[in-house]
C-alpha cells in the first residue's frame, strides 16, 4: 500500500469508494465522475503492480495506492468497490468483494454467460446487507426516463418496432475486446447495450431471439453482430460492431409517432441530450440539460445503500438481459429462432 498525504479524512459523510484497477474506463469517465459527486468520494485504487497503483493514485488525486487487488479489498477505508476489470473476472473479484464486505458496482456485462452471473447472484443472496449493481450507466441518464414516459403515455400509440445501433472501431490486439477467452467480442461490449435499451424502453423481456455473428479470422471473437427480440407483438432489432464507423442510435416506431434518440448510450461531453418525437413527419424536440450519468449513477448507489433500498438496476435485470444474449450467441451457432 501506499498513501499520498497526511492524515486520511471524510467529509460530509461520503460513500468511500475503491476502485478495482487501472482500466481506462475507471481512469477517464467512472473516477472523475466520482469525485464530482456530492455523495461519494474515491479513496483508494489498486493494480496488480504497485508503480502503475501510485501513478494513477497521483495523477487522480486519491489518497490510497494498492499493488495487490485483495489489499483493497480488505482496506477499512473503503466502502464500495468498483469492478471495471475484463469480463471474466467482473462475477470472481465481485463475489470476493461482497465476501470482504464490501458494496459492488461492476461494469456490465456483468458475466460471461447466465450460468457465470448465476453465481453472483448466489453469492449476493449470501450478503442481504450489502448492494450489487451492474454499471449500465446510460439508464441513469434522464433522456431515458423521458423515453419510457413518452411511451407509457401513449404518445406514439402502440410501439411496433425498436432500433438500436451500437459501433466503434477498434482493431488493437492488445485490447481485452479483441480477446477471446476473455468476454472479448462485440455483442457482450456493445450489443449488450442495444438488448438491454430494448428491454427497458418495453419493461418486458423477449420471448425468442435470432442472430447473426462475424468473427474475426485473426481475433477470435464477434466484430459485427445482428439480432431480432421477438417480445410477441412488438418486435426489436439490433446491431453491433467493433470495426465499424462510430455511431449509436436508438428509434422507436409506434402506429401514431416515433422517438429517436441521437446519442442514447454515450453523449458528448457538454452536449445536452436530445429525444425527438415525430408526429406526421412534424419533430417535437426534448432537450436534457447537460449531466454526467456516471455520477448520478454513483448517487443512485449511494442513495440505495443509505436508504437500504433496491438498486436501480439489479442482478434480475443484469441476468434478464445476460439470458438474451445467451441466445443470440446459441442463435448464431445453430441457426434459426431461439427460445430466451
Not at 28 to 47: D, G, L, R, T
Not at 59 to 77: R, T
Not at 212 to 237: C, E, N, P, T
Request: charged share 20%.
Amino acid at each position: 500500500m501506499f498513501y499520498f498525504g497526511g492524515q486520511m479524512q471524510t467529509t460530509n459523510n461520503k460513500l468511500r469508494w475503491g476502485i478495482l484497477s487501472t482500466a481506462n474506463i475507471a481512469r477517464e469517465k467512472v473516477i472523475p465522475a466520482i469525485q464530482a459527486s456530492a455523495h461519494n468520494e474515491v479513496v483508494a485504487i489498486c493494480s496488480r503492480s504497485q508503480s502503475v497503483a501510485e501513478q494513477a493514485a497521483a495523477q487522480l488525486n486519491i489518497p490510497f495506492a494498492f499493488g495487490d487487488y485483495e489489499q483493497l479489498l480488505n482496506a477499512d477505508q473503503v466502502d464500495i468497490i468498483y469492478n471495471p476489470l475484463p469480463n471474466h473476472l467482473h462475477v470472481p473479484w465481485s463475489i470476493r468483494a461482497l465476501e470482504a464486505g464490501k458494496h459492488v458496482l461492476c461494469e456490465k456485462p456483468i458475466g460471461l454467460d447466465v450460468a457465470d452471473t448465476q453465481k453472483l447472484l448466489d453469492a449476493a443472496a449470501q450478503f442481504p446487507q450489502l448492494k450489487v449493481m451492474e454499471a449500465f450507466m446510460y439508464r441513469f441518464h434522464p433522456q431515458w426516463a423521458i423515453a419510457r414516459q413518452l411511451i407509457e403515455e401513449g404518445r406514439i400509440g402502440k410501439v411496433h418496432g425498436i432500433e438500436a445501433m451500437f459501433t466503434y472501431f477498434n482493431r488493437d490486439p492488445a485490447n481485452v475486446r479483441n480477446m477471446p477467452g476473455i468476454g472479448g467480442g462485440g455483442l457482450l461490449d456493445i450489443g449488450c447495450y442495444c438488448i438491454s435499451a430494448s428491454r427497458y424502453l418495453l419493461a418486458k423481456e423477449p420471448v425468442a431471439v435470432t442472430g447473426k455473428l462475424v468473427m474475426d479470422d485473426q481475433f477470435g471473437v464477434d466484430i459485427h453482430a445482428q439480432g431480432l427480440l421477438d417480445f410477441g407483438d412488438v418486435r426489436a432489432s439490433f446491431y453491433c460492431s467493433t470495426q465499424s464507423e462510430p455511431s449509436q442510435r436508438v428509434y422507436v416506431s409506434g402506429e401514431k409517432g416515433s422517438l429517436l434518440i441521437d446519442f442514447p448510450f454515450y453523449q458528448p461531453d457538454d452536449c445536452p441530450a436530445q429525444v425527438t418525437l415525430f408526429k406526421d413527419r412534424v419533430p417535437e424536440v426534448f432537450t436534457l440539460p447537460v449531466c454526467n450519468h456516471y455520477t448520478l449513477q454513483a448517487d443512485a448507489l449511494a442513495q440505495s445503500i443509505r436508504e437500504d433500498t433496491p438498486v436501480p438496476t439489479p442482478l434480475s435485470d443484469a441476468l434478464a438481459n445476460m439470458k438474451v444474449i445467451d441466445a443470440v450467441f446459441a442463435s448464431g451457432s445453430a441457426g434459426g429462432w431461439v427460445e430466451v
